[in-house]
């Protein structure tokens, strides 16, 4: 069992910055691969970005490409996701996500943090 625990959300302006954060414990940090995934309401959720298990490949979605940026720290169990140029339609519950395959498809999966809230004003 992984356990994870995503903070860092809140409120920011347009072109504003947050950085998140996803800690995890119960397993070997560095066996899975971690991704971000975010829902806004009444919408599917969506992939956002996916690092593999010591950070050398990373994906994104088209929709973040050259703003938003995924980083982990196996040494201290955490996966981060930098997110710039933060726009309205960013606003969602950002979800980070611990798979054991490096990959972009929700239900592979296993573990699932609680999410924290990302809304960006106009």
């Known amino acids: 069992q992984v356990q994870l625990v995503e903070s860092g959300g809140g409120l920011v302006q347009a072109g504003g910055s947050l950085r998140l954060s996803c800690a995890a414990s119960?397993?070997?940090?560095?066996?899975?691969?971690m991704g971000w995934f975010r829902q806004a309401p009444g919408k599917e959720r969506e992939f956002v970005a996916a690092?593999?298990?010591?950070?050398?490949?990373?994906y994104y979605a088209d929709s973040v490409k050259d703003r938003f940026t995924i980083s982990r720290d196996n040494a201290k169990d955490t996966v981060y996701l930098q997110m710039n140029s933060l726009k309205p339609e960013d606003t969602a519950v950002y979800y980070c996500?611990?798979?054991?395959?490096?990959?972009?498809?929700?239900?592979?999966?296993?573990?699932w943090g609680q999410g924290t809230q990302v809304t960006v004003s106009s």
């Open positions: 690092i593999s298990w010591i950070g050398i490949s990373t």
């Open positions: 119960g397993r070997t940090f560095s066996s899975y691969a």
């Open positions: 996500a611990a798979a054991r395959s490096f990959q972009r498809i929700g239900n592979a999966y296993n573990y």
